[in-house]
């Protein structure tokens, strides 16, 4: 008899989206590296994909999260790490970047 193993839910994909032409890959590399140090190994991968025409998006697992066009311009940290929290673990703490809920819940 072989046994079965419970299902995995597959981690998280990233693709950050950045217009080559209008010189954003630095600006699309660092936060790639903010969501990388905040989100580790709960991501299954963050990529990053180059094209033009004034493009900057951001999907998790295929739902867009960030348009600069629609969103106004790019993200700060704060609102990307937010807006992936609340797809990965709506629980999930961010310290300073929620504004310090756990000292204020304490006081």
């Known amino acids: 008899m072989t046994e079965t193993k419970p299902e995995t839910k597959p981690l998280p994909r990233i693709a950050i989206t950045y217009c080559s032409m209008c010189n954003w890959l630095l600006r699309s590399a ?29 999907h998790y697992d295929g739902e867009l999260i960030w ?17 992936v929290r609340d797809r990965l673990d709506p629980a999930r703490d961010l310290g300073h970047l929620d504004g310090h809920k756990a000292q204020a819940a304490e006081a």
């Open 30 to 58: 660092w936060m790639a590296q903010e969501l990388l140090q905040t989100f580790g190994q709960d991501l299954g991968e963050v990529v990053l994909i180059p094209r033009t025409g004034g493009i900057f998006q951001i």
């Open 67 to 83: 348009d600069r066009t629609v969103d106004g311009g790019f993200p700060d940290v704060k609102q990307l790490k937010q807006r």
